[in-house]
Every structure is written in structure tokens, then in C-alpha cells.
């Protein structure tokens, strides 16, 4: 079966391809930089990098927008509590954003884009849309006119047409019970942050600035929006009636939202005061790649509860891989190869694939890894794996790691380099041949306290960093 994902707008699930050539034109909600994003933030953007990988797998090429939020209610509040102006408030989250992300290996989108240097582009939108007669204006704010566009709902079905026309939001964030006519631009304030324009001095609301610039870098149809599901309404809600009443053509053809982080049972977020952030995890020792492994190893529809005990499994998890593949590396197998596993590894592999194609089933994809790692490590044991056998199981790993990206260790600031560990590892040799144990031992101790295993085979000592 072919590619297919999960679709929101049509509640079903439908084979993908992308509508122009071999290029996915995606854009993607990023982050509002108020403050450092939490793990749970990242489980979206880790979604949506396992899609990316999966897509350029499947032999796509990718054209993924995102944008980065630098003007809104939380961020014209903290910049002026610190009595900074919005760029050198903004510009560090952004900046932590960025390292944050490239921590956990997610691939940057091909354009990262700022709100703020898209004003322009803004006003001209909110005044197409006053052409169309979808606005109205009040107090110097300008608002979308949700009775004027008749499929409001179609994304988050819902049926909003007994609601009281001319009810109005100013708030960026709000939930269905209170669904009204949602603010465009909003009037000068004093004390905050505004741009002068045709359409009087103000500040763009959260909605119009995904609608413009997905449409200014992806044109009027994209391939797939995607987000969290908490931004299935109102934000995609709303980005779907501005874009469609100024083209009049299907905003995205594909919306793909993933579920939330949880933790004790309820929503990670700023506001709940329950998140981590990764830097908060880091600093309690833990690596990147196992905080990659457990977001991306639920399957993005399914809620993901977080607890220390997960990410520790997911940490054993990698160490099962990485030593599987050390031994692949530095066992000695006998000549030929096993046929049977050779099948054995082609069907993990296509296991593998169909997996991730079923709507990025990543669980299944693991367990079909994982089942080939058991039994090929049984036929290690047995002398039935042959030298033979090593280019299709390096493969599979190659497969598996390119999607999930945790084989390679991130470097910490004081680790030894590969040389220096060698160079180690050759003189606890030379001691131990000198019947020195005591520098052996205390040589062993020194790659431990650096994070270098150290296992004694007949080959010689192999080592591998935690
Ligand atoms: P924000 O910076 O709040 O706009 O959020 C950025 C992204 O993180 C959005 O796609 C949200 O849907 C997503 N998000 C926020 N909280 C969570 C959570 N607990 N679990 C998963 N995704 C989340
Ligand atoms: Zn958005």
C-alpha cells in the first residue's frame, strides 16, 4: 500500500502524493518566541521531522515553510516587563529555538520566516479581504467576518452556524464554545509595539500571518499543513477562511495534527507550569537522542505520557541498537552468507517502510527492528550469522537511522576524541600484556568517568560512548 496519512480536513485516511511534481510544499505552525520551548512543543516539531524524513525517503523533495512568531500578546508582555524592545527580546528564544532543535536532530525547514518582516504582506491580505466584504471594522481593529464564509467549521467540524453574528475576539487564543468574529489587525495600544499602514497604525493578529506567508512561499494550494491538534481551532480554523475567501482554492490539501505530550494525564504547557524544557533535561544528564527516540516512538496521533521511567527505556532502547551494531562492526563471522536471514532482514526492512507509510506507524516500525535485532543476535550466538549477512543488517540500521536519527552519540563539551580514546585503549593493551594491571584498571576507570565503555573480547577490547 501506498504513502497515506491521516487527514483532519477529511477525517480519513488518503493516500499522498504531492499536486506539483516531486516536491512536498509543506508549511508548518512554529514557535511563538516568548520563552524556551518545552518537550512538549518539541513532540510536534519532532513529528514533523519524522515526516519530512519520511517523505524524502519515499523520494520526495521538500519545500517546508515555518514561521516563527515574534509579535503577540505574551511576547508585548514579557519584552516590556524587561524593558526591551520585541527584536532583542525575541531574537533569543529564536536563537534557543534553533539550538534546541538542532539538538534533537530535527531537520531545519528550507525557509524559517518571521512575522514581523512579513507586515506588509499582511495588510495587503486584510485589505483583499475588506474587498471581499469579509471584514468590518471596530475601534481602530479590523475583524474577519466568520458569517461571511459559510464552510467555517469544514477543519474542526464543527457546526458554527447559530452563532451570534458581530461577536468579536481580541485574544489570539480561544476555544469553540467561544468561537466569533476574530481579529485581523489590532488597533495602536499605548505602550505596545505598532506599525503604521494603509489600514491605520496597528499590529497583525496570530492568524493572518500564517495564511500569508504560506501563501507567499508556497503559492495558493499547499501540499500539507501541519501542526498540534490544540491549533486545529481556532488557528487553522481561521487560516483556512482568510486564504480560501482571498483565492477561493483549497488552502491545504493535507492537515496532519499531532497529539500532545502529556504529563500526569494533562497537557505540558507554559501555563499549567508542567513542562520541561530540554534544557531543563539536559541538565539532569540526559542525552538528546533519547528524548528523540521517546517523542518520535508513539505514533504522532496517539497521546504520549512522559515519565523518567520512559525516557530511560528509550535510552536502553538506543543502547540495544548501538550494541548490536558494535558487534555487527567487530564480532569475526564465518564466511558466506545465511540465506534465511537474509530474507529474515528483508522483510524487517519492508516491514519497516510499510510501517512508516501507514500513516508514520512508528511503533510498528520499531517492533519490526527490534524483532530482527533479536533474531539475528540469536543467530550471533548460534555462529549462524555469517560475514555474508553484514551489508544487509548495516542497511536496515542505516534505514532505521535515518528516520529516527539516534545511532551517533551527541558530543559533550569534555569528551575524549576517537584518537584519544585509541590511544587509551592501545596502552591499557600494552600494560596488561606487561602484566600491569593496576594502570589497566585505572585506565579502564578514566574512559568510564569520560562516558567510554571498554569490553574485553577475544578480538581485543571494543569500546563505545554511553
Ligand atoms: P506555541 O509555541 O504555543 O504556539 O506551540 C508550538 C507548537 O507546539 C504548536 O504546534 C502546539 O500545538 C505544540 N504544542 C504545545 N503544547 C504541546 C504539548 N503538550 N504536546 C504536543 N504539542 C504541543
Ligand atoms: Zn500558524
Known sequence: MALRFYNTLTQRVEPFTPLHDNVVRMYTCGPTVYNYVHIGNLRSFTAQDI????????????????????????????????HKSLTEYTEKYTQGFLE??????????????????????????????ERGGYTYESEGSIYYRISKFPEYGKLSHNDFSGIRAGARVDVDEYDKANARDFVLWKARKDGEPFWDSAIGPG????????????????????????????LVFPH???EIAQSEAITSKPFARFWLHSEFLNIDAQKMSKSAGNFYTLRDLREMGYAPEPIRYLLASVPYRKKLNFTFDGLKAAATAIDRLRNFKLRIETDRFAEGANEALIERTESAAKQFGDSLDDDLNTAEALAAL?????????????????????????????????????????????????????????????????????????????????????????????????
Open 51 to 82: 515526516l519530512r524524513r519520511w517523505l524524502q525517503a519515499r523520494g520526495y523533495q521538500m519545500d517546508h515553510v515555518m514561521n516563527i512568531t515574534d509579535v503577540e500578546d505574551k511576547i508585548i508582555r514579557n519584552a516590556s516587563a524587561e
Open 100 to 129: 534546541d532543535t538542532a539538538a534533537l536532530r530535527l531537520q531545519r525547514p528550507e525557509r524559517l520566516v518571521k512575522a514581523t518582516e512579513h507586515i506588509t504582506e499582511m495588510v495587503q491580505a486584510i485589505q483583499d479581504l
Open 203 to 230: 499590529r497583525p493578529g496570530w492568524h493572518i500571518e500564517c495564511s500569508v506567508m504560506a501563501m507567499k512561499y508556497l503559492g495558493e494550494t499547499l501540499d500539507i499543513h501541519a501542526g498540534g491538534v490544540d
Open 236 to 238: 487553522h480554523e481561521n
Open 370 to 466: 527490534f524483532e530482527y535485532v533479536r533474531d539475528a543476535n540469536t543467530a550471533m550466538d548460534s555462529g549462524e550469522f555469517r560475514a555474508g549477512n553484514i551489508p544487509a543488517a548495516l542497511e536496515l540500521l542505516d534505514q532505521f537511522d535515518r528516520i529516527f536519527d539516534v545511532l551517533r552519540p551527541s558530543a559533550t563539551d569534555d569528551a575524549m576524541s576517537d584518537a584519544q580514546v585509541e590511544g587509551l585503549v592501545a596502552e591499557r593493551a600494552q600494560a596488561k600484556k606487561n602484566r600491569d594491571f593496576a594502570r589497566g584498571d585505572q585506565i579502564r576507570k578514566q574512559l568510564l568517568d569520560a562516558g567510554i565503555i571498554l569490553e574485553d573480547t577475544k578480538e581485543g577490547a571494543r569500546w563505545k560512548r554511553k
